[in-house]
């Protein structure tokens, strides 16, 4: 089946950089996405990586490497207001496309 | 503005009875999704549509039952054979021919079994 394994907390403290990283076992692998999620919200995409490399956005950038099913993302200039959980989730043939979602991270920034 | 609505945002239950949540989008979006939320987990797929009057299971699809006869709307019942169903609801919909893979999330619905 699939599965992924991402840290449960990271701390941080405004204006640093940090790194949530993200690795997986699926069959068919598709693609990896990144979600935000602030306390009793709704979750928001942040990046999907279908190929290998570094895609950035702002101060947010997500890295793929298919070979060692891994991604990771990245914040950087951490603002208080990055505070929230990040779930990563992939696509896998065996999903049927479908989305599973890690157990998600959440990211405290402290002042 | 385009979006996805879900009513209500808190639901009260007595044990033994049926609830529906509801889901709206304008988004013209043809797949609609609802997931499962529990503290400090990540989200569970109930069910999913990927087209008007078609529907399929996803993981944990016992004890719920969705339709969807509208392209804009996926309503999600809660039946009283759900024997856990105090949990956060999320409603998602995404354009099928998009090649990123991006799902737009409701804002949710609390439902709590007193």
């Known amino acids: 089946g699939q599965s992924l394994e991402q840290p449960s907390e990271v701390t941080a403290v405004e204006g640093a950089i940090v790194q949530i990283n993200c690795t997986y076992q699926?069959?068919?692998?598709?693609?990896l996405s990144w979600y935000q999620q602030h306390d009793g919200g709704a979750p928001t995409f942040l990046s999907y990586n279908a190929l290998d490399g570094l895609e950035e956005t702002g101060r947010f950038s997500s890295f793929l490497s298919r070979s060692d099913s891994y991604g990771y993302l990245l914040l950087q200039e951490l603002q208080m207001k990055d505070s929230a959980s990040y779930f990563c989730?992939?696509?896998?043939?065996?999903?049927?496309?479908?989305?599973?979602f890690g157990k998600g991270t959440k990211l405290s920034v402290k002042p | 503005d385009g979006g996805i609505t879900q009513s209500p945002k808190y639901l009260f239950r007595k044990e033994g009875q049926n609830v529906t949540l509801s889901c709206e989008q304008n988004?013209?979006?043809?797949?609609m999704y609802w997931y499962r939320q529990d503290p400090g987990q990540g989200l569970r797929l109930i069910y999913y549509?990927?087209?008007?009057?078609?529907?399929q299971k996803g993981d944990i699809a016992e004890g719920y039952s969705v339709s969807r006869e509208k392209k804009e709307s996926f309503p999600l019942t809660v039946t009283s054979a759900q024997k856990n169903p105090t949990a956060f609801y999320l409603c998602?919909?995404?354009?099928?021919?998009?090649?990123?893979?991006?799902?737009?999330f409701g804002p949710g619905t609390r439902l709590t079994v007193l």
């Open positions: 998602a919909s995404s354009n099928l021919a998009g090649s990123t893979d991006t799902q737009y």
């Open positions: 989730a992939v696509r896998d043939w065996r999903s049927q496309g479908n989305l599973i």
């Open positions: 699926t069959s068919g692998f598709y693609g």
């Open positions: 549509s990927q087209i008007v009057n078609d529907f």
């Open positions: 988004l013209n979006h043809d797949a």
